[in-house]
């Protein structure tokens, strides 16, 4: 099976930079999600990798390492309404389908 | 463009009655997945559908059971609620590309177990 672990809690200010990471047990998977909720809302997706490195999506940049089982969402010049659940997901390699797995989440709480 | 919409809202049920969630995908997906999330969790996996044939179910019990529609819309059914089954229900439907497939979530269904 896949487990992932993220920090519970992240507090920061605005306008600074802020790193949630992502650690996984997995076998194999296809690349790794990341989701944004915000409270009462739906999760949406934000970023994708399916290589190791770093891919970049306005403020949004995300990172993997397949050999250090290791990712992370980097989010710049942090805004209020970025306060928000973010989550990393990933699926089983397997030859049939197999279903996205969530973390736990990471709340952000972006501060004045 | 419509976004996956999902009804009801809001429901409240008591312990052992029975609820039918609704769930239209984004016009042009053929796969709609559910998911149930409780407070402080991420979403977790329940059924997954395309072309109305089941190709995934969860770690949940025979309870809850789902079946998609010619129109790929999709239900889920939960029988003999149980308190713990108090979540908000997600649906969201993809292109079922097996690499990624992105899901675009509708914005859920809160079920209340009293």
């Known amino acids: 099976g896949q487990s992932l672990e993220q920090p519970s809690e992240v507090t920061a200010v605005e306008g600074a930079i802020v790193q949630i990471n992502c650690t996984y047990q997995t076998s194999g998977f296809y690349g790794l999600s990341w989701y944004q909720q915000h409270d009462g809302g739906a999760p949406t997706f934000l970023s994708y990798n399916a290589l190791d490195g770093l891919e970049e999506t306005g403020r949004f940049s995300s990172f993997l390492s397949r050999s250090d089982s290791y990712g992370y969402l980097l989010l710049q010049e942090l805004q209020m309404k970025d306060s928000a659940s973010y989550f990393c997901?990933?699926?089983?390699?397997?030859?049939?389908?197999?279903?996205?797995?969530f973390g736990k989440g990471t709340r952000l709480s972006v501060i004045a | 463009d419509a976004g996956v919409t999902q009804s009801p809202t809001h429901l409240i049920k008591t312990r052992g009655q029975q609820v039918t969630l609704r769930c239209s995908p984004i016009s042009g997906h053929k796969s709609v997945s559910w998911y149930q999330q409780v407070l402080g969790q991420g979403p977790q996996f329940i059924f997954q559908?395309?072309?109305?044939?089941?190709?995934g179910r969860g770690n949940f019990p025979d309870r809850f059971s789902a079946r998609q529609f010619p129109n790929y819309s999709s239900e889920l059914n939960v029988n003999a609620l149980l308190l713990g089954d108090s979540a908000l229900y997600l649906c969201a439907s993809s292109l079922n590309d097996r690499v990624r497939d992105t899901q675009y979530f509708g914005p859920g269904t809160r079920l209340t177990v009293l």
């Open positions: 997901a990933v699926r089983a390699l397997n030859s049939g389908n197999t279903p996205l797995v």
């Open positions: 559908y395309y072309e109305k044939e089941e190709r």
